[in-house]
């Protein structure tokens, strides 16, 4: 079987190495655009804490973060358990987020005993004094470019084909190349993030997948050693995530910016005023890069994993949970595309 995959994000990488391991022979090819989600993504893997109004996106985003340990060896140091801090000025506003855990632990045990925490800043620093917290241990943090780029090597490793260049759908499936025409293909899937609505316009989908721009800052707190700290998630304000090498990644915004990938002043400000106001400790930090991406939205903000046609694959809309699930829907792309049914029901995430 031959599947050509648009898209080397981490969905994209994900699916080639699925792919790959049954032997399929799989051609992903990437046009290098600007913007790309996975570039610019913090890498939260706590699924617990989220989509309370919406089981569909929580069954998918808990499954995610279960296929993560199937991986944790490939992975090596893109993938590290450190746990969350649920973090917040005062206790009260603790108590939803509390009530969601007890409710969901018993469907949920990898998320850990939840304990309270006298003080958050003794296990992250540069915290502000005197918050309330809550430490959900099963919480892991991902390294978005070395899950993709390990994925995309154990693939390539077990020959997949990479190609550089705009790849087009026929509205009969079919895939051509700029660079070198028509690609055989089986089967066809299309992971490729914000731009996945105009991949699949000559289908005649008419796929409601918008960007979003979020920014993010990484800084270098000197002398720290950062790289067992956990992840603070406030209730209000930015997420932090250290990292090896003495970093801090703080973020993000959530932007209506189209297609522009530029990291801004407003963006920055906004991402370094509220970081430094939540974490007094990061503002004689060194500002060590910037960077923008630009996540898939779909309209009602649940994901695309479905069949666009009789050839044709989509995984898409994952939003700022893309590095939490990329792994995965990946996987159930590939699954789709074998024409096999996959471990979850897809009828939440159709066209």
Not at 241 to 269: C, I, K, N, Q, W
Request: with cysteine.
């Amino acid at each position: 079987m031959r599947v050509v995959v648009i898209g080397n994000g981490i969905v994209g990488a994900a699916a080639a190495y699925h792919l790959s391991r049954r032997g399929v022979a799989v051609t992903v090819v990437d046009a290098g655009l600007a913007g790309q989600a996975t570039e610019a993504g913090a890498g939260i893997v706590c699924p617990w804490v989220d989509h309370e109004d919406d089981p569909a996106w929580y069954a998918l985003a808990r499954a995610s973060a279960l296929h993560y340990s199937g991986l944790a060896e490939l992975l090596g140091p893109g993938y590290a358990k450190v746990g969350a801090l649920l973090v917040a000025e005062e206790r009260a506003e603790l108590e939803p987020v509390r009530r969601l855990l007890a409710a969901r632990h018993a469907g949920a045990p990898e998320m850990g005993e939840v304990s309270e925490v006298a003080d958050p800043a003794a296990e992250f620093p540069p915290l502000a004094p005197g918050l309330a917290g809550l430490r959900v241990p099963g919480a892991a943090r991902v390294d978005g470019r070395v899950v993709r780029d390990t994925l995309m090597a154990a693939a390539v490793a077990a020959g997949v084909a990479f190609r550089h260049g705009n790849a087009a759908l026929l509205p009969d499936g079919g895939v051509l190349l700029d660079s070198a025409g028509p690609l055989p293909a089986d089967a066809v899937i299309v992971a490729a993030g914000a731009w996945t609505g105009q991949v699949c316009a000559p289908l005649g989908a008419d796929l409601p997948v918008v960007p979003w721009r979020g920014q993010i800052v990484h800084t270098v707190l000197a002398g720290a050693e950062t790289s067992g700290w956990p992840i603070v998630l406030p209730r209000r304000g930015p997420y932090l995530l250290g990292f090896p090498g003495s970093r801090v990644v703080m973020g993000a915004t959530r932007e209506d910016a189209g297609f522009d990938a530029r990291v801004t002043v407003a963006g920055l400000a906004e991402v370094l005023s509220s970081g430094v106001r939540l974490a007094p400790g990061l503002a004689g930090a060194s500002v060590a890069e910037t960077r923008s991406g630009l996540r898939p939205v779909v309209a009602g903000e649940r994901p695309l994993i479905a069949r666009a046609g009789e050839k044709v694959v989509v995984a898409t809309g994952l939003s700022a949970y893309g590095l939490t699930a990329g792994p995965y829907a990946g996987m159930l792309a590939a699954t789709l595309a074998l024409g096999e049914s996959p471990d979850l029901d897809l009828t939440p995430y159709d066209l």
